[in-house]
């Protein structure tokens, strides 16, 4: 796992000097813990942000479903702020008609009504959580049990580290 996570950093800081990223979306493909997608919208500049962030959003929402289209199941993973991003993103896959599983682990104070209209429309999960600490169950990464809580929060500090 911390291999995995020193190569994301390295690539996240050789993106970041021409850019910063301004949404980062974290996604598990097939259960593959291992090797987590960490990808995101890259800040234009204030105004660009207002008039274009839609677009940015959508443009990240046709790369993560050509990368994805073919996986059983696929974990997003993202916190309140990057909230808007992943919902552009989930209706990419609902208009291109991505019909397996889908689950989304949010990280929030409060959850946001229209990804949960979104995901009940499509028969996705969808779960927020207040504090990482409280995310139950666990994963299997680089051959270790390791808890899931555990396993968001490392992914979570490393995309702080890429913003």
Do not use: H
Not at 7 to 13: D, E, Q, Y
Not at 68 to 96: C, M, Q, R, W
Not at 118 to 124: G, I, P, Q, R
Not at 143 to 163: I, P, R
């Amino acid at each position: 796992m911390k291999k995995i996570l020193i190569l994301l950093l390295f690539i996240g800081l050789g993106m970041v000097s021409f850019s910063g990223l301004d949404k980062v979306i974290i996604a598990v493909s097939n259960g593959d813990y291992d090797n987590p997608i960490m990808t995101g919208t890259v800040s234009r500049g204030g105004l660009a942000n207002k008039v274009f962030g839609w677009k940015k959003d959508k443009d990240l929402g046709s790369q993560l479903y050509s990368k994805l289209n073919k996986s059983e199941s696929i974990l997003f993973i993202v916190e309140g702020y990057d909230t808007p991003a992943l919902i552009e993103i989930l209706k990419y896959f609902e208009g291109s008609k991505y019909e397996n599983k889908i689950d989304i682990i949010e990280v929030s104070k409060t959850e946001n009504d229209k990804l949960r209209k979104l995901v009940d429309t499509n028969n996705w999960k969808y779960t927020s959580y207040v504090d990482v600490g409280t995310i139950e169950g666990n994963v299997k990464s680089e051959g270790e049990e390791t808890s899931k809580s555990d396993y968001v929060k490392q992914l979570l500090d490393l995309k702080k580290e890429l913003k």
